[in-house]
């Protein structure tokens, strides 16, 4: 019997490495599906309940494995449904194939049922490669050059197969002739290092300074070593952008944490008070976090000569792998013996630690958010695998949680949407089964796809070796995270219409599915909730009721929020009398009698 289009697909998708498929079927795709079936143990399929899941967790598995993601959909609906999670892989700058069906070639520009014009439709999320197959002569050079430039420029491409291809005979060698395409597959990572002579003039620029900052993004996750001798070197202090949560773990006393809206105040302090800046594998966007213009020298090292340069006007901008490059560098690195900056940088972070603890311990009404996270964090299982969504919990997940080596941790950094959370821990789980992931969500993205990825956990969840998966629950009644930045940033009150999130029994959903469901509404039960969590028989939902009412306010308020913030309570905030208490008691705990700095 002859290979159809479709089998040969996915035998081509077998030598690049493709062993599982985010997807969800429909009849645009039918033909692929039955080659799928037939390919037996050769993939696993994950059907996930919603294509938007399915993009995620494509995305998920690029961030987690390095490998690339593969999703899969039907035209017209399923296809629209998967854009999401692609605009978050591109955007993360992972390498993930989406690989959508289309109507029959026939019916194509004839307003048909389904038809939606895919190629225009992916031409921005996938723009480095989006392909529709007319004959089956195309489909090896497609597939080999959609996985090729998904990996070498770290992006999304797409492959649209019209339902009627799918089932015609392959052709796996297209004939020797005019007119035909002869690609090959496999793929090396090159070594991408700068010049010795730039090399040179990065390690001159480091050496001349004297209070020394990194700033370290997703870029350099495959490079923690490097990072941490060169900060030993340099005597500085490392902040990290969001995505490179796990570069470097938290508990170091030149390790400032996060950077940014969500950040701490002591990598604040750092970019502000150094004289040179040291930036790996970040594209960090807010330039008002790094050094003023001109106060310090900067140098930049990114695989992606397109993100150089575009935040702090540096003086050395290096193309390079992070890891390669900083080896390359150390050696040229002379180890600074005056180490006051690093002993600055350590009061700082001492004092802010102190105070996370003393602001996650005020009361609240009933939970204050951030003890969820200070409680959660000592208890972590080795090797968690963390993924946070878009909302207050990024605060908290970015300030609160410690970091300890061998852990991994994502969320959406650039697009920043909602959603992924669930998601990203199904897809940690399937890739890492011995693992523990913690998804940490807002209510509102709860409602939005979390409680739809509930029914994913539960079909599959039987399959798992070690079938823990933890997913947060934040029971704030509100979309908190907008809430806030209307009043700080525009001073207006809540809008109740725009902003409630309607109640709904996480926990006990969880239970209608079969999964555990811990619900948490006083301080005294979250430690055992997360106690009985890691230690369950299957995959838990912990709700924990918290109040909205407690800030996640920026490591520092400039006067003009500040200014907006006040104004708010005047214009009748229906959560005022909350607010009020709240910001009072976070005021107490900046304030701390022995503190010496604000
Ligand atoms: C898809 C999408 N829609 C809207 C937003 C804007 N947004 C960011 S956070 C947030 C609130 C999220 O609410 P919830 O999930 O309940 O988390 P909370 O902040 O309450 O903890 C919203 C609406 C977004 N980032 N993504
Ligand atoms: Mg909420």
């Known amino acids: 019997m002859s290979t159809t289009v479709s089998e040969f697909l996915f035998q081509r998708l077998s030598l690049w490495g493709v062993k599982r498929i985010y997807g ?27 294509e938007e899941m399915a993009a995620f967790m494509a995305c998920a598995h690029a ?9 899969m959909a039907t035209s017209g609906p399923g296809a629209i449904h998967l854009l999401n999670g692609l605009y978050d892989a591109k955007m993360d700058h992972q390498p993930v194939v989406a690989i959508v069906g289309q109507q029959s070639r026939k019916a194509i520009g004839g ?37 090729r430039i998904a990996k070498a420029e770290r992006t999304v491409t797409c492959i649209i197969l019209p339902n009627d291809v799918q089932d015609l005979d392959a052709v796996e060698t297209p004939p020797r002739a005019h007119g035909t395409v002869h690609s090959g597959y496999a793929y090396s990572e090159p070594r991408v290092v700068p010049t010795d002579v730039d090399l040179q003039k990065a390690a001159a620029i480091l050496n001349e300074g004297k209070k ?16 941490l001798e060169v900060a030993e070197l ?12 796990a570069v470097v773990p938290d508990d170091l006393p030149f390790v400032t944490g996060s950077i940014g809206l969500l950040g701490t105040k002591p990598s604040w302090d750092l970019m502000m008070d150094c004289d040179t800046l040291l930036m790996v594998g970040s594209s960090f966007p807010y330039s008002e976090f790094l050094p003023r213009e001109g106060k310090a020298r900067g140098v930049q090292i990114d695989l992606d000569p397109k993100m150089l340069g575009i935040r702090y006007p540096m003086e050395l901008n290096l193309t390079g792998d992070s890891t390669e490059t900083l080896r390359a560098l150390i050696p040229l690195l002379r ?31 009933p939970i204050n958010p951030q003890r969820v996270f200070r409680e959660l964090s000592p208890r972590l299982p080795d090797n968690a695998i963390l993924s946070s969504d878009s909302g207050s919990s990024a605060n908290w997940y970015a300030r609160d949680i410690k970091i300890r080596p061998g852990m991994m941790a994502s969320l959406s950094g650039n697009l920043a949407t909602m959603c992924p959370g669930v998601p990203y821990a199904i897809a940690a789980k399937f890739a890492y089964p011995e693992r523990v992931p913690v998804a940490m969500v807002g209510d509102g993205a709860m409602q939005m796809l979390g409680n739809n990825g509930l029914l994913t956990i539960a079909h599959y969840w039987k399959e798992w070796s070690d079938p823990r998966l933890v997913v947060l629950v934040l029971n704030n009644g509100d979309l908190n995270q907008v809430t806030w930045e209307m009043r700080v940033m525009e001073g207006n009150p809540k809008f109740e219409a725009s902003q409630e999130v309607c109640d709904f029994a996480y926990a006990r959903y969880a239970e209608m599915l079969g999964l555990q469901g811990i619900r948490v509404d006083t301080p005294d039960a979250i430690a055992p909730a997360w106690d009985a969590a890691f230690k369950a028989d299957r995959p838990v939902v912990v709700e924990v009721v918290t109040d909205p009412d407690v800030p996640p306010l920026p490591p520092h308020i400039t006067l003009e929020q500040a200014a907006k913030y006040t104004s708010t309570l005047f214009k009748g905030d229906p959560d005022e009398g909350g607010i009020i208490h709240q910001s009072f008691t976070e005021l107490v705990a900046k304030f701390l009698p022995h503190r010496k700095r604000s």
């Open 24 to 50: 969800f079927p429909g009849d645009g795709i039918n033909g692929l599906m039955g080659a799928l079936q037939r390919a037996g143990d050769r993939f696993k399929l994950v059907r996930t309940s919603h």
């Open 63 to 71: 961030k987690f494995t390095g490998e690339v993601g593969v999703c």
């Open 111 to 147: 307003s048909y049922q389904q038809e939606v014009d895919l190629i225009s439709l992916f031409k921005d999320v996938a723009h480095e490669y989006v392909h529709m197959v007319s004959d089956p002569a195309q489909v090896r050079h497609l597939v080999d050059r959609a996985f």
């Open 212 to 227: 020394v900052a990194m700033l370290v993004g997703a870029g350099a996750l495959q490079a923690s070593a490097e990072v």
């Open 234 to 245: 340099l005597g500085a202090g490392i902040a990290k952008a969001l995505l490179g949560k």
């Open 335 to 365: 180890r600074k013996e005056d180490r006051a900056w690093r002993k600055e940088i350590a009061d700082h972070i001492e004092e802010w630690w102190e105070l996370m603890e003393a602001r996650a311990m005020q009361p609240a009404n």
